[in-house]
C-alpha cells in the first residue's frame, strides 16, 4: 500500500508547491521511507501527472518550472541520504554524462548520475545543453568508460546519435560504452542509432552501467 505522505508529496509536486515538497520528503525521511521509494513513489509520479498536464494544456511552462524546482529542493534534501546509505567505495567505472545540446531537462540526468556516483562511479556531470565537442573532451581528458546521455524532447534525442557518430570520428567509440536515456527514449532508438544500451530510469542505468562496464 502506497504510503500516505507519499500520496500528498506527489500531490504537491502537482500543485506546484516547494515549500510543501520539501516539508513532506523531510517527513517521509523521518517515518523512515527510503529516499529512492521517496523519489519513485513520490516525486516522480508527480512530475509525470505535470507532464501529462501541459501536454493537453491545462498546464503552462510556469506550472512545468515551479513543479521542477519542488523536485530540485526535495533532492538537495535527499542526496545526502542516499550517499549516506552508500556501502561501495570501489570505483566501478567512470562515467560522463550529461543533458544533450539543445536540452535543458536537468532533473532525470542529476538522478541518474547522483545513482551512479552513490553506486562507486565517479561522475563528471557536463550539465545540460551540452555539444557533443563537450563530451568528446571530457572523455578525452578523464579516460572515461561510459558515457550517459540525456534527451527529453523528440526534437533533441536526435542529437544523441550525433554525439555517438562524433564519438566515431574522434576515435573514441571502442574505448567508452554509451547509454542512453530520457522520455521520448526508447530500447530500439537506442539499438537504430548504435547506443550500448537504454535505461528506463536511475535505478534501471546503475543495473545498466555496471553490466556495460563489466564488458
Ligand atoms: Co519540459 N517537456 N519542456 N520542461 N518537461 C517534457 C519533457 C514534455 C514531455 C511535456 C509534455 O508535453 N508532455 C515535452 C516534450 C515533448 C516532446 O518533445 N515530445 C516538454 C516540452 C515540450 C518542453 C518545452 C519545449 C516547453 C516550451 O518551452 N514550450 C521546454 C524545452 C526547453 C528545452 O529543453 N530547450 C521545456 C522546459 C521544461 C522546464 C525547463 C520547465 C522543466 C525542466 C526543469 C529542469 O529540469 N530543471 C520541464 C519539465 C520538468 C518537464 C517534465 C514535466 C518533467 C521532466 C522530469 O524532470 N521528469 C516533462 C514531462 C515528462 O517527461 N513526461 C516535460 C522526472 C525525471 C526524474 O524523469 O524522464 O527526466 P526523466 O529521467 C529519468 C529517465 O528518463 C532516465 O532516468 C531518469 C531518472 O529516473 N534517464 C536516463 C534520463 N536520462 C538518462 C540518461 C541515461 O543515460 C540513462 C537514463
Redesign the pocket.
Known amino acids: 500500500m502506497t504510503h500516505e505522505i507519499l500520496i500528498q508529496l506527489t500531490n504537491a509536486i502537482i500543485e506546484g508547491d516547494p515549500e510543501l515538497t520539501v516539508e513532506l520528503t523531510q517527513k517521509a525521511l523521518a517515518a523512515g521511507l527510503e529516499p529512492m521509494a521517496i523519489i519513485e513513489q513520490g516525486l ?1 509520479p508527480g ?2 501527472v ?3 498536464r ?2 493537453c494544456g491545462d498546464y503552462f ?1 510556469p506550472n ?2 515551479i ?2 524546482n519542488g ?2 529542493d526535495a533532492m538537495k534534501v535527499l542526496e545526502p541520504e542516499l550517499r549516506a546509505r552508500q556501502q561501495e567505495v570501489k570505483v566501478a567505472g567512470k562515467v560522463v ?1 550529461g543533458t544533450v545540446q ?8 542529476s ?2 548520475g547522483t545513482m551512479l556516483s552513490v553506486n562507486g562511479f565517479q561522475v563528471f556531470d557536463l550539465g545540460v545543453d551540452v555539444p557533443a565537442e563537450t563530451f568528446i573532451a571530457k572523455v578525452k581528458e578523464t579516460g572515461a568508460n561510459l558515457v ?3 534527451a ?4 533533441t534525442m536526435v542529437v544523441q546519435r550525433e554525439i555517438i557518430d562524433a564519438l566515431k570520428q574522434a576515435g573514441l567509440r571502442d574505448k567508452v560504452k554509451v ?6 527514449v526508447s530500447r530500439s532508438w537506442a539499438a537504430e542509432i548504435g547506443a550500448d544500451g537504454y ?4 535505478i534501471g ?1 546503475v543495473a545498466l552501467a555496471k553490466s556495460l562496464v563489466a564488458g
Not at 539543445?102 to 540526468?109: L, R
Open positions: 516522480v512530475m509525470a505535470v507532464g501529462e501541459f501536454e511552462l512545468l518550472i513543479s521542477a523536485m530540485q554524462i539543445g536540452d535543458i531537462h536537468e532533473i532525470g540526468k538522478l541518474v550517459g546521455l540525456s527529453l524532447l523528440t526534437t547509454m542512453v536515456g530520457g522520455a521520448p535505461a528506463e530510469d536511475a542505468a
